[in-house]
């Protein structure tokens, strides 16, 4: 079974720094597909960006990239020039490329960007 | 930008009771899912949901659970007797099709058993 763990609980930094959210997972499948959610005190779940393990290229949106070690199986965020609209929960997941689009999640991060 | 819509938004409800939760996915999605979220853990996959039938459901995804797209835009969750346990935030989501993959989540629906 597959499992995702996110070992920071809870994390804060001054607005305009970098952050780096780490989450590994374990699973014997080859093909896959990883995500970070953002869900803000509001509550909706938004997508931060994905990554399909068959790519090497590291994804990346504006400020925010990935670290996608695959032999490692860790798929770190980098939040870049933070903002405080950047507060709020991160979760990682997992998702089988063969599966019925099932996602597996990890427990959390909650970052606080301090002005 | 087209949004995954849920209601309630809170729902409290005697043990034993039936509740169904209600979400519009977007319209042209094809997948449709249910996830929960107890307080303090993590979020659990219930159910995925495809050309009207069930593709893939949990283990709690029990007996007391159904899904039902009753219409061309509503997709419902339904509970028919609530245990105190089932107290949770629900998650309806809803993706493209089996090539994007990407789930788009609406707000939640937290619900309370007493």
């Known amino acids: 079974a597959q499992t995702v763990t996110q070992s920071q609980p809870e994390m804060s930094v001054q607005e305009a720094e970098t952050v780096t959210l780490s989450c590994t997972y374990d699973?014997?499948?080859?093909?896959?597909?990883l995500f970070w959610y953002k869900q803000p005190p509001s509550r909706q779940m938004i997508l931060v960006i994905r990554?399909?393990?068959?790519k090497q290229q590291n994804a990346t949106e504006n400020r925010f990239s990935v670290n996608f070690q695959k032999a490692a199986k860790s798929f770190s965020l980098k939040i870049s020039d933070s903002q405080l609209g950047d507060t709020a929960m991160y979760f990682c997941?997992?998702?089988?490329?063969?599966?019925?689009?099932?996602?597996?999640w990890g427990a959390g991060t909650k970052l606080i960007i301090k002005p | 930008e087209p949004e995954v819509t849920q209601t309630p938004s809170h729902q409290v409800t005697q043990m034993g009771q039936e509740v169904i939760l209600r979400c519009v996915p977007i319209?042209?999605?094809?997948?449709f899912y249910w996830y929960r979220q107890i307080l303090g853990q993590k979020v659990e996959f219930l159910v995925s949901?495809?050309?009207?039938?069930?593709?893939?459901k949990s283990e709690i995804f029990d007996d007391q659970f159904s899904v039902e797209r009753p219409d061309g835009s509503n997709f419902t969750l339904k509970i028919r007797s609530t245990k105190l346990e089932d107290s949770a935030m629900y998650f309806c989501?809803?993706?493209?099709?089996?090539?994007?993959?990407?789930?788009?989540f609406g707000p939640g629906t937290r619900l309370l058993v007493l």
């Open positions: 989501a809803s993706s493209e099709d089996w090539v994007t993959e990407t789930q788009y």
């Open positions: 319209s042209n999605h094809l997948y």
């Open positions: 949901f495809y050309n009207n039938e069930i593709s893939e």
């Open positions: 699973t014997s499948e080859n093909n896959y597909y």
């Open positions: 990554q399909e393990a068959y």
């Open positions: 997941a997992f998702m089988k490329s063969d599966s019925n689009y099932q996602l597996i």
